[in-house]
Nanobody, 124 residues
């Protein structure tokens, strides 16, 4: 079965950095767009970033542009999210998703497969 396992979350001070990783198995990784979503306490899940199957195209939610970078290594079946200049409002559970890029970044904003998430806490 498909498994997406996130890692790299933790507690960091405002202005700091974290790198999240999502290891995928049970699917042809290089055939899927990959995305990162987040859900803050009491808020709806929101799209953060997405990357095409080849890695040539990347997309970002406006609030993270210039601070976050999504990348992937198809040889390792892993997608990454480098998060710099973190702010307290970035605090959330971050989820990795696999699916259609168009659906991830569009109004439906969802994926076909999901990980269980990793918690990122940014202190002020």
């Amino acid at each position: 079965q498909v498994q997406l396992v996130e890692s790299g979350g933790g507690l960091v001070q405002a202005g700091g950095s974290l790198r999240l990783a999502c290891a995928a198995s049970g699917l042809t990784f290089s055939s899927y767009g990959m995305g990162w979503f987040r859900q803050a306490p009491g808020k709806a899940r929101e799209y953060v970033a997405a990357i095409s199957w080849s890695g040539h195209s990347t997309f970002y939610e406006d609030s993270v542009k210039g601070r976050f970078t999504i990348s992937r290594d198809n040889a390792k079946n892993t997608v990454y999210l480098q998060m710099n200049s973190l702010k307290p409002e970035d605090t959330a559970v971050y989820y990795c998703a696999a699916g259609s890029i168009a659906i991830m970044i569009g109004p439906d904003s969802t994926g076909e497969y999901w990980g269980k998430g990793t918690l990122v806490t940014v202190s002020s």
